[in-house]
């Protein structure tokens, strides 16, 4: 895709002044971002003087995660980073999660803000589910100290609808699931050890609104927004 592209939408200084225009044209409360590689020197600045304040965690040597929030709609309470490396599912790659707990001023109300980039290429199914399987134990968690709390999930998960991992994220549960990393033995046959997988939190996804609202439905997205069942 990059060698197709033009060299001048690969220069930062372009796709800033997209971002920007985005940012100001959509004024959203809250900003969810992955991929993020100009945090300190372009996003944080510059949302900072749209009237939000943010957080950051790399992801890689290259990229990190970011969320901000509208600082006249929210008040900080906490954030955290989630690893979803599991010696138990032998997966000991360097993805994360970004957690942050917000007060709504106006209400009173706890949201939980959760922005994550799980393991990318078709082959690794396996090691997204156990990621994700992860992911959702630490929430779990989560929500027993914010009783109450409503979580919005936004990231870059790399499965369709279908898939293992999206139907973890909807059903609440997987039965005799594979999870692992996949070697080169792996891929010609041997096979990952298989788990039962349970979840007392369960999500609904923004892209399901595309069968019920009329909208053309779009190329199926890696990426999700999500919001609890609960």
């Given at each position: 895709m ?9 220069e930062?200084?372009y796709?800033?002044s997209?971002f ?35 957080t ?10 970011a ?9 900080l ?19 994360k999660a970004?957690v ?25 199914e ?17 929500t ?6 409503s979580?919005?999930?936004t990231?870059?998960?790399?499965s369709?609808p ?12 997987l039965?005799?699931v ?6 080169w033995?792996?891929?010609?046959g ?7 997988l ?11 609104l ?21």
């Amino acid at each position: 895709m990059k060698e197709n592209a033009d060299r001048e939408v690969l220069e930062f200084d372009y796709r800033a002044s997209l971002f920007t225009d985005i940012f100001e044209n959509r004024n959203a409360d809250i900003l969810s971002l992955q991929e993020v590689d100009q945090y300190n020197q372009f996003f944080n600045p510059t949302l900072s003087g749209m009237g939000y304040e943010g957080t950051f965690v790399l992801r890689s040597r290259y990229d990190g995660l970011a969320v901000f929030w509208k600082l006249d709609k929210f008040e900080l309470i906490e954030n955290r980073t989630i690893n979803l490396a599991s010696a138990e599912y032998g997966i000991n790659m360097p993805h994360k999660a970004l957690v942050v707990v917000l007060n709504h001023i106006s209400t009173g109300n706890t949201i939980i803000v959760v922005d994550t980039h799980v393991k990318s290429a078709p082959w690794f199914e396996s090691v997204r589910v156990g990621q994700v399987s992860v992911l959702l134990d630490q929430l779990q968690n989560i929500t027993r100290e914010y009783d109450g709390a409503s979580i919005v999930m936004t990231g870059d998960f790399n499965s369709i609808p279908g898939y293992p991992t999206y139907r973890l994220l909807v059903d609440g549960y997987l039965n005799n699931v594979e999870i692992g990393l996949k070697n080169w033995k792996n891929r010609l046959g041997k096979s990952l050890p298989r788990y039962d997988l349970q979840s007392n939190i369960t999500f609904q996804s923004a892209y399901s609104l595309y069968n019920t609202c009329n909208i053309p439905s779009p190329p199926l997205p890696p990426n999700y927004s999500w919001w609890d069942a609960q």
